[in-house]
Every structure is written in structure tokens, then in C-alpha cells.
């Protein structure tokens, strides 16, 4: 199983982009896709989360900017973030993962807001 992100790049204050993170190979049923974030200096933390239902959780920095989705048929989950500030930038990182299953992560794809 390899999970390749992608979509990250150089955007303004205020500005968009949408990462997309595709899972190649045969993954477990019943799974979670998430994306996190690392910023230099701090830890990894969750962005956002969503069920294979479709169930969506969000960081409160982020919630009314951020949007996840997911294409089950595609294997594919989505972020859209709008809004972009400064404090966003990081390296994000997609994740799948499910109880009592080994997780997975992509390899990380560089996200730079700048002011």
C-alpha cells in the first residue's frame, strides 16, 4: 500500500489549494483518511479527518477554512483549504488508518503561506 499526496506549493495570505492524496494498492475496508500537519519546530498534528461514511472531524484552527472529502471508489481523499494564513504552512502529510490495522502515510507534500 503507498499513499501519494500531492497539491502543496506557494500561495498568499488569503489564498487556496487542495492537496489530494491517492491510495494505491489493496486497502483494509472500513477506513479513516486523514491529513496532518508539521510545522518546523512542533509536532505533527491532526488537520482533519473522514470516515469511509463520510463522518468528518476538523482542528478547530481550521474549521469554516479547511474541507475534507474522500472518493471511495477512487481511494482518494481531498483537502480544500481556503483562507490560508501564514500559521498553515507546514508539511502535510496524508493517513489512512483503521482499529487494530497497521496505518499508512504519504510521503508529505510542503504547503508555504505566505504574508
Known amino acids: 500500500v503507498q499513499l501519494q499526496a500531492s497539491g502543496g506549493g506557494l500561495v498568499q495570505t488569503g489564498g487556496s489549494l487542495r492537496l489530494s492524496c491517492v491510495i494505491s494498492?489493496?486497502?483494509?475496508?472500513?477506513?479513516?483518511m486523514a491529513w496532518y500537519r508539521q510545522a518546523p519546530g512542533k509536532q505533527r498534528e491532526l488537520v482533519a479527518s473522514?470516515?469511509?461514511?463520510?463522518?468528518?472531524k476538523y482542528a478547530d484552527s481550521v474549521k469554516g477554512r479547511f474541507i475534507i472529502s474522500r472518493d471511495n471508489a477512487k481511494n482518494t481523499a481531498y483537502l480544500q483549504m481556503d483562507s490560508l494564513k501564514p500559521e498553515d504552512t507546514a508539511v502535510y502529510y496524508c493517513?489512512?488508518?483503521?482499529?487494530?490495522?497497521?496505518?499508512?502515510w504519504g510521503q508529505g507534500t510542503q504547503v508555504t503561506v505566505s504574508s
Open positions: 494498492g489493496s486497502i483494509f475496508s472500513g477506513n479513516t
Open positions: 493517513y489512512v488508518g483503521r482499529a487494530y490495522r497497521t496505518p499508512y
Open positions: 473522514i470516515t469511509s461514511g463520510g463522518n468528518t
